[in-house]
């Protein structure tokens, strides 16, 4: 087993844990898959190169202050690309956020030009793990923030009050309206949630990988496959589902080909579709007699 | 209607023992009757006897746990739903499931499909046969081209007995076909049913309203919690005083 | 049962006559450049009607035409180069091919319901588009294909960029008019019937599957056409054609223009084609401002340009007679 492989590929797997994570947040909460979740991560990456890099604050605030930002966007994004159609089909909601992804990629362009950027890491160096393997600290810190992050807010979810609020609403919005829930206000926070957590994982990949604007698209391909992988709907499916395709593409990338890495996700994808469509941790979605 | 003799030789359907749970609830427990071409067949009972599971059982949109229902002899118990259908099982609903986004014209014309589908189309090749029903149906008004949201409720129930009738089943499913119509709807229902049996076709009908029931139709059965608990002439069933305490003694002041 | 005869609508006939003239005359009015646009545009729209046959009709939505699109012309590049066959033949093949392939693998993703279908056909477009990339005896891998042949039969040689657009719109013509014949066919009524309500058509003797899995082979075999098409008129391929952006494009572009009807697939690419050629210049800003136009469009008027005609149509004619709108 190739130690510095494996680390960097669950380290790439918590990325697409959070991007897949903040997808199923939203799944759950309006029953739409964002097609612009991918967007996300890499406004978010831009949004701390612009804190770290062009106003000069060190990393770790640059970073916090790029998830605020990001769960201003998200919110923004809420109101101008889903709300106005939450009551049309889905289709038309689908397309909305395609058209908003286009928005931010060509507003990152437009605000931050399209030559690649980078932001400074959170741990600097390298470590070497059991005499062998050399393993950057940047991804170890990955590993670590991510899953704290995603801890957090899977407790915000299932422990909090607030978290409930959000389920409650996520579950029979006409109920949860009922009971005199701000409807209004739980999507908004659902939506600045999941922008906020993808959106850090942009300011965390950067130093491994250039940010460029067109990042969105494969990310999110990534974060898809993962979440349907893991099991729609499910949280814990979409992190195992992150985690898995961080593996697969590390490791078929090194002993299969780099330019098959999609490829190999997707047939992974294709495979559990048709064998096991519920994926790893949900239920199938019934449909009403 | 009702004094129309019926074959009493071979059944064009037939239920035995079919039996179907829903975790703990029983919804249908060892239902057993036999359907005859030409009869109407009441299916009765308070709601949540059972009564659309049954249908629901009948046309394979949900598979029975147990039992055996059988077409003219054929055992199509394992069949999925569009096969029965070609088979002649076709069904109305309670809610009416219109094509909500087609004309008036595409939603009758998948009924005529339908027997197209089961190359049994002669009759629906005489030009007057729509106009027949849809007059029946008292739907002449309609235009055909008009999009069939601008259909009222009991319109679309009405336009779906139509269409299921188009297809020229052998079996006629009808879930509740009078339940939110006005008199003046009800009587075209009647008539519809009345053309259902001149035309030898075995109709199963569901129904709250006793009248209707007690005027059309040949043979009854009762449903309470899955169970039949009565089964005979509208009058026999009428007076069992099982049925009166499970169902009628309860309905009675609401029948009209 | 035939819908009532009803007389042609002179009115209608002026409109699709002058509609021809102006689509036959296009090749008199522009540059080759405009007119290389326009092809492409015509061959876009056999694309995105394939898009309303299955999602304006079928209410399936896939993301994997462009991986389609591409899987005819690597056949027609393949036959025509590799085998030698006439042009005709592999046009054929394209698309009974890439109609055939579409068929089975909709028999596969269409046993999995609502959103996994379009999980499913994510996962093919990306597949395709890998294979286009890497599967090098087939498709020339990274570098493509290049010097596919120009359409002929027999003498006949289709190499000038205006006898290509006479060719292709002769093409779009005879697809448009074979699916407004499917509108009011069994088939397309058995579509529209699984689209608005999946248990009453199977109430009615319509299986899901199988004609899911038809409405997607119809798909395979419009994108299998225009695939042929785009492989005689560019004579080169290249994996970086055939995306999932593409596809995407390919949506947008129907709901766009519509998908109550083949008309508004049309009008949506046209003018999404057009527009891009048109604001080349001011192409810095202009795909934000595409981007802010869909979601504008999808929020003012989310069933799109045919919708929005529509309901202006019927506000105009209730003005006029307001009395016989319901009619009892």
């Known amino acids: 087993m190739n130690l510095q492989l494996l680390v960097s590929g669950i380290a790439m797997g918590f990325i697409y844990a959070m991007v897949s994570m903040g997808m199923v947040l939203i799944f759950r909460a309006v029953?739409?898959?964002?097609?612009?979740?991918?967007?996300?991560?890499?406004?978010?990456?831009?949004?701390?190169?612009?804190?770290?890099?062009?106003?000069?604050?060190?990393?770790?605030?640059?970073?916090?202050?790029?998830?605020?930002?990001?769960?201003?966007?998200?919110?923004?994004?809420?109101f101008t690309s889903y709300w106005p159609l939450r009551n049309a089909q889905i289709r038309a909601i689908v397309v909305s956020a395609m058209g908003a992804s286009i928005v931010f990629k060509e507003g990152a362009r437009l605000i931050w030009g399209s030559i690649?950027?980078?932001?400074?890491?959170?741990?600097?160096?390298?470590?070497?793990?059991?005499?062998?393997?050399?393993?950057?600290?940047?991804?170890?810190?990955i590993i670590g923030i991510s899953f704290i992050l995603i801890l957090f807010v899977y407790l915000?979810?299932?422990?909090?009050?607030?978290?409930?609020?959000?389920?409650?609403?996520?579950?029979?919005?006409?109920?949860?309206?009922?009971?005199?829930?701000?409807?209004?206000?739980?999507?908004?926070?659902?939506?600045?949630?999941?922008?906020?957590?993808t959106g850090i994982g942009g300011g965390l990949l950067a130093p491994l990988f250039f940010l460029n604007n067109t990042m969105g698209y494969t990310t999110n391909a990534k974060a898809f496959a993962a979440v349907v992988i893991g099991g729609f709907g499910s949280v814990p499916g979409a992190v195992i589902g992150g985690l898995l395709v961080g593996l697969i593409e590390a490791f078929g990338g090194a002993y299969i080909s780099t330019t098959y890495q999609l490829v190999i996700i997707y047939v992974v994808l294709v495979f559990f579709l048709m064998f096991r469509p519920q994926g790893i941790f949900g239920t199938r979605i019934q449909e009403k007699a | 209607m009702k004094n129309g003799t019926v074959a009493k030789d071979r059944p064009v359907l037939s239920l035995s023992k079919v039996s179907k749970r829903?975790?703990?609830?029983?919804?249908?427990?060892?239902?057993?009757?036999?359907?005859?071409?030409?009869?109407?067949?009441?299916?009765?009972?308070?709601?949540?006897?059972?009564?659309?599971?049954?249908?629901?059982?009948?046309?394979?949109?949900?598979?029975?746990?147990?039992?055996?229902?059988?077409?003219?002899?054929?055992?199509?118990?394992?069949?999925?739903?569009?096969?029965?259908?070609?088979?002649?099982?076709?069904?109305?609903?309670?809610?009416?499931?219109?094509?909500?986004?087609?004309?008036?014209?595409?939603?009758?014309?998948?009924?005529?499909?339908?027997?197209?589908?089961?190359?049994?189309?002669?009759?629906?090749?005489?030009?007057?046969?729509?106009?027949q029903l849809l007059d029946l149906a008292g739907l002449t008004e309609i235009n055909l081209n008009d999009s069939i949201d601008k259909l009222s409720y009991g319109q679309q129930k009405l336009l779906e007995?139509?269409?299921?009738?188009?297809?020229?089943?052998?079996?006629?499913?009808?879930?509740?076909?009078?339940?939110?119509?006005?008199?003046?709807?009800?009587?075209?229902?009647?008539?519809?049913?009345?053309?259902?049996t001149q035309e030898n076709i075995a109709v199963l009908l569901i129904e709250h309203a006793m009248d209707l029931v007690m005027n059309n139709c040949h043979r009854v059965t009762v449903l309470n919690f899955g169970q039949q608990i009565a089964t005979g002439t509208p009058e026999e069933v009428q007076s069992d005083p099982e049925v009166i305490r499970a169902y009628l003694g309860g309905a009675a002041h609401a029948a009209r | 049962m035939e819908r009532a005869y009803r007389r042609l609508d002179p009115k209608r006939v002026v409109f699709t006559a002058l509609l021809l003239a102006v689509c036959l005359s296009i090749p008199r009015l522009t540059d080759s450049y405009m007119l290389r646009v326009f092809n492409i545009a015509w061959i876009t729209c056999l694309c995105?009607?394939?898009?309303?046959?299955?999602?304006?009709?079928?209410?399936?939505?896939?993301?994997?035409?462009?991986?389609l699109w591409g899987v005819g012309a690597y056949i027609t590049a393949n036959v025509v180069m590799k085998l030698?066959?006439?042009?005709?033949?592999?046009?054929?093949?394209?698309?009974?091919?890439?109609?055939?392939?579409?068929?089975?693998?909709?028999?596969?993703?269409?046993?999995?319901?609502?959103?996994?279908?379009?999980?499913?056909?994510?996962?093919?477009?990306?597949?395709?588009?890998?294979?286009?990339?890497?599967?090098?005896?087939?498709?020339?891998?990274?570098?493509?294909?290049?010097?596919?042949?120009?359409?002929?039969?027999?003498?006949?040689?289709?190499?000038?960029?205006?006898?290509?657009?006479?060719?292709?719109?002769?093409?779009?013509?005879?697809?448009?008019?074979?699916?407004?014949?499917?509108?009011?066919?069994?088939?397309g009524r058995s579509f529209m019937a699984i689209r608005d309500n999946e248990m009453a058509a199977n109430c009615l003797g319509i299986n899901s599957l199988l004609t899911k899995s038809i409405a997607f082979g119809i798909t395979g075999i419009l994108c299998g056409v225009a695939g042929a098409l785009y492989a005689f008129l560019a004579g080169y391929l290249s994996y970086q054609?055939?995306?999932?952006?593409?596809?995407?494009?390919?949506?947008?572009?129907?709901?766009?223009?519509?998908?109550?009807?083949?008309?508004?697939?049309?009008?949506?690419?046209?003018?999404?084609?057009?527009?891009?050629?048109?604001?080349?210049?001011?192409?810095?800003?202009?795909?934000?401002?595409?981007?802010?136009?869909i979601v504008l469009l999808m929020i003012v008027q989310p069933e799109g340009i045919l919708g929005g005609g529509r309901a202006l149509y019927e506000k105009w004619h209730s003005r006029k007679r307001p009395a016989s709108t319901v009619a009892k």
């Open chain 2, 22 to 131: 829903f975790g703990g609830v029983v919804a249908a427990n060892e239902v057993t009757f036999d359907l005859y071409a030409g009869e109407v067949f009441g299916l009765i009972g308070p709601n949540g006897a059972g009564k659309t599971t049954l249908i629901n059982l009948i046309t394979g949109v949900t598979p029975a746990d147990e039992g055996e229902i059988t077409l003219q002899g054929r055992n199509i118990t394992q069949l999925p739903t569009h096969t029965r259908a070609k088979l002649g099982i076709v069904r109305t609903f309670q809610h009416p499931r219109i094509l909500d986004r087609c004309d008036v014209y595409t939603n009758l014309a998948v009924g005529a499909d339908l027997a197209g589908r089961r190359r049994v189309s002669s009759r629906n090749g005489r030009e007057d046969r729509l106009e």
């Open chain 3, 241 to 293: 054609t055939f995306t999932y952006q593409q596809s995407t494009m390919y949506l947008i572009m129907v709901m766009l223009g519509g998908t109550s009807a083949p008309s508004g697939a049309v009008i949506g690419t046209m003018i999404i084609s057009l527009l891009q050629e048109w604001v080349r210049p001011l192409q810095n800003y202009m795909q934000f401002f595409y981007g802010l136009g």
């Open chain 1, 116 to 141: 690649p950027v980078t932001v400074d890491r959170v741990v600097k160096g390298t470590a070497v793990i059991a005499n062998t393997a050399v393993v950057q600290w940047q991804n170890i810190a």
């Open chain 2, 161 to 196: 007995v139509v269409r299921a009738m188009l297809s020229q089943p052998l079996v006629l499913l009808l879930d509740e076909p009078a339940a939110g119509l006005n008199r003046a709807e009800m009587d075209h229902v009647v008539k519809l049913i009345k053309l259902a």
């Open chain 1, 156 to 197: 915000l979810l299932e422990r909090t009050f607030i978290g409930h609020i959000m389920q409650a609403t996520a579950q029979d919005r006409y109920m949860a309206s009922l009971v005199g829930i701000p409807v209004v206000f739980s999507i908004a926070l659902t939506f600045a949630l999941s922008a906020m957590l």
């Open chain 3, 84 to 187: 030698g066959w006439p042009p005709l033949l592999a046009l054929l093949l394209a698309g009974l091919g890439t109609g055939l392939l579409a068929f089975v693998l909709g028999f596969a993703f269409f046993r999995l319901r609502h959103y996994y279908f379009t999980f499913a056909s994510v996962g093919l477009m990306t597949i395709l588009n890998g294979l286009f990339m890497n599967w090098t005896p087939f498709t020339g891998g990274a570098l493509g294909i290049s010097n596919v042949p120009s359409f002929s039969l027999g003498s006949f040689v289709v190499n000038t960029e205006e006898a290509n657009y006479f060719f292709i719109f002769l093409i779009f013509v005879i697809a448009y008019l074979l699916i407004k014949k499917l509108y009011h066919s069994p088939l």
């Open chain 3, 48 to 67: 995105v009607l394939s898009n309303y046959v299955l999602l304006g009709m079928c209410g399936q939505n896939s993301f994997a035409q462009a991986g």
């Open chain 1, 31 to 78: 029953n739409i898959v964002n097609f612009a979740q991918g967007e996300f991560l890499m406004f978010g990456g831009y949004l701390c190169y612009m804190f770290n890099r062009q106003l000069h604050l060190p990393i770790v605030p640059a970073l916090l202050l790029a998830a605020l930002a990001m769960g201003v966007v998200g919110v923004i994004f809420m």
